[in-house]
């Protein structure tokens, strides 16, 4: 059965905010794989970026996702970048649901410029403003959230509340419809 769901999406879309709810909700127990990372390194995102690069950042991202597949009734946020694993989703999709919360990039520059936290705690990926790398990000992971995504749920347009009564209704549904077998 499948009990596992994974939220995927953009930085600032709201994926740590959503999963926190929705796993109080669910009863589920919730993981940030950012924080996962961060502990199993013993540093920041930044501290891990300027020491190892983006690339040994993505390393150990990819040996988190593959760990996380093994749990149960849980809700994990995945970092923006980790749907850059491509070959992982497929396999991560047969334990799990996938939720894309999406937004409009004008709306995820806001938020993001509007985190005084935001500078410390994320690297920038292009070195170009906020919202210059924001739509340049975007562009390129877009097509992989979309591949990935058993439902896609724009955060700009809804309360946290009603995006869990979203994912809850959609993943109940699938979970209903996974285990009706046709009779032989």
Not at 13 to 34: E, H, I, M, N
Not at 76 to 100: C, D, F, M, N, S
Request: aromatic share 6%; charged share 25%.
């Amino acid at each position: 059965m499948m009990e596992i769901i994974f939220l995927v999406g953009f930085r600032a879309v709201g994926k740590t905010t959503v999963g926190r709810q929705l796993a109080a909700r669910l009863g589920y127990s919730f993981l940030d794989t950012d924080v996962l990372i961060c502990e199993k390194k013993g540093a920041t995102v930044n501290e891990i970026v300027k020491d190892e690069g983006w690339d040994g950042f993505r390393r150990c991202e990819q040996e988190v996702l593959l760990a996380l597949g093994e749990q149960r009734r849980c809700v994990i946020a995945t970092g923006g970048g980790a749907i850059l694993h491509r070959h992982l989703w497929p396999l991560l999709k047969e334990h799990g649901h996938v939720v894309w919360l999406t937004a409009d990039p004008e709306i995820l520059c806001q938020r993001i410029l509007a985190d005084s936290t935001s500078a410390d705690l994320r690297p920038s990926l292009s070195g170009k403003t906020v919202c210059a790398e924001v739509r340049e990000i975007l562009a390129v992971r877009e097509p992989l959230y979309r591949d990935a995504a058993d439902i896609i749920i724009d955060t700009g347009k809804l309360s946290v509340s009603e995006i869990v009564d979203k994912i809850i209704t959609n993943y109940e549904l699938r979970i209903t419809n996974s285990s009706i077998h046709p009779a032989f």
